[in-house]
């Protein structure tokens, strides 16, 4: 068993990623190891409003009325994730993702943060995930890049501009990215 882990980290998906799933996403990735990967795309939006979901779950929702609920991955959709600036854990059930950022999946810290919603949360269903191996064997054809975790992608860059924005936060223009196998 392997000690090396490439997350935390933001997986960008090349231009020759055309799965409808992940084509030009921006994926934070939460976990990684020789058992598999688990991680959540930025960059989708679905139409349901952060309320609307919390309402449906008997959650009182004191955040933005039009926050959007992000598309995290076609993994078990009804599956719930947040994503939110502290430094701290508000308990055990978060785990950093970066600096000064955290991530859990318990309606316990959902609860807490719709009561008192720091600035900058982020509310997502779905998750992205790979098996044993199976990411190791995307990025070495290719279709991935990996870039650091910055605060300002996750939660100061609209959707439709994170991945560009990612891509040239690399030193890339985005517009000179080459379809094909391996590093270019």
């Keep these: 068993m392997s000690d090396l882990s490439i997350a935390p980290a933001l997986l960008v998906a090349m231009p020759q ?3 409808p799933n992940f084509h030009r996403t921006v994926v934070l990735l939460v976990h990684h190891d020789d058992e ?3 991680g959540v795309v930025l960059n989708r939006a679905t139409e349901i409003l952060a309320p609307q979901l ?9 955040g933005d009325p039009t926050a959007v609920v992000s598309w995290g991955g076609p993994v078990q959709p009804q599956t719930g994730w947040v994503l939110f600036e502290g430094d701290e854990a508000p308990d055990d059930d ?3 993702v970066g600096p000064d950022l955290r991530f859990a999946g318990s309606l316990d810290v959902l609860r807490r943060m719709a009561t008192e919603p720091p600035e900058h949360l982020r509310v997502l269903l779905g998750y992205a995930g790979w098996g044993p191996g199976q990411l190791e064997e995307e990025l070495s054809q290719g279709a991935w890049l990996i870039a650091p975790v910055e605060r300002e992608a996750l939660f100061d860059v ?3 501009a994170m991945w560009a ?4 936060s690399l030193g890339i223009e985005p517009a000179t990215l ?4 391996g590093v270019h």
């Design 17 to 19: 990623l055309l799965d």
């Design 94 to 96: 978060s785990r950093p």
């Design 54 to 62: 919390c309402r449906s779950i008997d959650i009182d929702w004191c």
């Design 178 to 181: 080459v379809s094909g196998r």
């Design 158 to 160: 609209e959707a439709e």
């Design 165 to 168: 924005h990612v891509v040239r």
């Design 36 to 38: 598999g990967t688990f």
